[in-house]
């Protein structure tokens, strides 16, 4: 059962363009909602995260937009540029436990072209 | 210093093989993790140990056998792998506290099971 859904599988973006990918979850003991950026032949780089006290978190072009009522948070990279081309991954966890055990959403393929 | 380190970088490795996975970080982080990852999938959980004690094992078949000797370092022991074993290992790490949840990546091992 996939705890976090993912969406769009890919995305192809314009330079310059906004990328905004979305991900939902049904767990409401979710408390820590990270963005993860990989690119081939790498380990994912943590690039912005949010708890569920806040509606907004940003940090230079990226953006995570959180709506608790609704189970959701996307992400919105604002003038993307052809480095961006990576796969963005989402996630949840619970800290109830301690241990930082991270759901994975299935990943979105981005594609900045020229 | 955000880094977790793992050796080797890439292992080809046949099927009678024991070999090991290595990782270290240096940010006073006593949860550590290792995850697998397939070619275009998110990371899967394998294990987590916390204050060097193995508190989760995602039901992983036994020819995979985790280690931690101490805070910094984390070791995943090989044997009689199969060819569907192949993948990215990653090495991750964050702190057991709910003030910082920050889980960090290493780079990862490439594993080829011949």
């Known amino acids: 059962q996939q705890q976090v859904k993912q969406s769009p599988q890919s995305l192809i973006v314009q330079k310059g363009g906004i990328s905004i990918i979305n991900c939902a979850y049904e767990?409401?003991?979710?408390?820590?909602f990270p963005w993860y950026q990989q690119f081939p032949g790498k380990g994912p780089a943590l690039l912005i995260a949010i708890r569920p006290d806040v509606s907004e978190k940003k940090e230079g072009r990226f953006t995570i937009s959180f709506n608790k009522s609704a189970k959701q948070f996307s992400l919105h990279i604002m003038d993307s540029q052809p480095g961006d081309s990576a796969t963005y991954f989402c996630?949840?966890?619970?800290?109830?436990?301690?241990?930082?055990?991270?759901?994975f959403g299935t990943g979105t393929r981005l594609t900045v072209i020229p | 210093d955000t880094e977790v380190t793992q050796t080797p970088k890439h292992l080809v490795m046949g099927m009678t093989n024991k070999k090991s996975l290595k990782c270290e970080q240096h940010m006073g982080h006593r949860a550590m993790y290792w995850y697998k990852q397939k070619a275009k999938k998110p990371p899967e959980l394998m294990f987590v140990?916390?204050?060097?004690?193995?508190?989760i094992n995602e039901s992983v078949p036994s020819r995979f056998s985790p280690e931690c000797p101490n805070s910094s370092l984390l070791n995943l022991h090989l044997h009689a792998l199969q060819p569907e074993d192949s993948a990215l290992y990653l090495c991750a790490s964050s702190h057991l506290s709910t003030v910082s949840y920050e889980q960090y990546f290493g780079p990862g091992t490439r594993l080829t099971v011949t």
């Open positions: 767990n409401t003991a979710f408390d820590y």
């Open positions: 140990y916390s204050y060097e004690k193995l508190s």
């Open positions: 996630a949840a966890s619970s800290l109830v436990t301690g241990a930082n055990n991270l759901f």
